[in-house]
C-alpha cells in the first residue's frame, strides 16, 4: 500500500506540474537566458545598450525564478493534500509513505519510467505533428 500511495502522490506531483507550465516556464527563461547572453556579446552594441539590456534580462530572469518557485511550492502543496489526506482518511501512514518516497529504490524507479514515458511522449507527439495535414492549403 505504501508503494500504491507513494506512486500517487509521485503522479498528482506531475500532473500539477503539467497543468501548472513548469516545464514551458523554465524554456522561457532558459531563452532569454540565451537572449541576454547573446546581447551581452553583440560587438555591435555600445556599453549602455549591453547595460540596459542586462538589467532587463535581470528583471525578467528574477521574474522567472518566483514564477518557478510558486508553481513548484504549488505542485509540492497538491501532493502533501493527498499525503495527508490518505493519512487522515487512515488508508495509508504519511511517515511510511515518506520512507518509501525517500528510498533510493523508488527514486530509481520513478526516474527511469519517468524518463522513458517523456521519451515516448516525445515522439508521439513528434510523429502526430509530422503526420498531421497542413492547415497552409492554397
Do not use: H
Not at 516545464?23 to 556599453?47: H, Q
Not at 509513505?97 to 533510493?104: P, Q, R, Y
Request: proline share 2%; glycine share 4%.
Amino acid at each position: 500500500m505504501n508503494l500504491l500511495a507513494a506512486s500517487l502522490v509521485c503522479v498528482v506531483f506531475l500532473l500539477a506540474c503539467i497543468a501548472l507550465r513548469l516545464v514551458p516556464v523554465a524554456g522561457n527563461i532558459v531563452n532569454a537566458a540565451g537572449k541576454a547572453l547573446a546581447t551581452m556579446r553583440d560587438p555591435t552594441l555600445d556599453d549602455d545598450a549591453k547595460e540596459q539590456a542586462a538589467r532587463s534580462a535581470a528583471i525578467s530572469l528574477f521574474g522567472g525564478f518566483l514564477s518557478i518557485v510558486w508553481r513548484t511550492a504549488a505542485a509540492v502543496a497538491a501532493s502533501l493534500v493527498v499525503l495527508y489526506a490518505g493519512d487522515w482518511l487512515g488508508i495509508f501512514d504519511t511517515d511510511a509513505v515518506m520512507t518509501t518516497l525517500a528510498s533510493w529504490e523508488f527514486i530509481v524507479a520513478t526516474t527511469v519510467i519517468i524518463t522513458i514515458a517523456w521519451i515516448a511522449f516525445s515522439r508521439w507527439r513528434a510523429q502526430a505533428a509530422s503526420s498531421a495535414p497542413s492547415r497552409n492549403k492554397a
